[in-house]
């Protein structure tokens, strides 16, 4: 195995482990939408840079959900379910970490659906890799 690859693999793991978070979290009503968002948010973006890194595809340091999805399209490379919809998660490792909890939060977004989104995107990252698919 390459040095690439496990690189990108051991990131994986570390989107899984911050996907386990993120639904252990979830089933405790007392714990706030902006803890798990992060973990939702984490999980998808280290899935993402997992499935980049593997390509070998340079991504900048970023949190930015939105720019690793064109990262992706632009290396055309297969897309995340959902690929339009994920950078909503965005807010979660970057402004809603220090800012007003009530500023920015669109009504759309809840527990589930963050929670479906790293399910369905760190899901698809493992299938990357297991099928070695490349394409759309």
Same mark, same amino acid.
């Given at each position: 195995?390459?040095?690439l690859k496990a690189q990108a693999l051991a990131l994986l793991k570390k989107a899984?482990?911050?996907l386990h978070a993120a639904?252990?979290? $979830?089933?405790? #009503?007392?714990?706030?939408i902006w803890t798990i968002g992060f973990h939702a948010q984490q999980a998808i973006e280290k899935a993402l840079k997992s499935?980049?890194?593997?390509?070998?595809?340079?991504?900048?340091?970023t949190h930015?959900?939105?720019?690793l999805v064109d990262l992706l399209e632009t290396g055309?490379?297969?897309?995340?379910?959902?690929? $339009?919809?994920? #950078?909503?998660l965005t807010p979660f490792a970057t402004q809603f970490r220090y800012e007003d909890e009530q500023w920015g939060l669109i009504k759309s977004v809840t527990i589930d659906r963050m929670l479906?989104?790293?399910e369905t995107t760190v899901a698809w990252a493992r299938s990357m890799f297991r099928d070695?698919?490349?394409d759309r």
């Open positions: 195995m390459s040095e899984g482990d911050d639904q252990c979290l $979830g089933r405790d #009503s007392s714990i706030s499935v980049l890194m593997q390509h070998g595809i340079r991504y900048p340091f930015d959900i939105e720019a055309a490379l297969r897309l995340p379910p959902e690929s $339009g919809n994920l #950078s909503c479906g989104y790293a070695g698919k490349t």
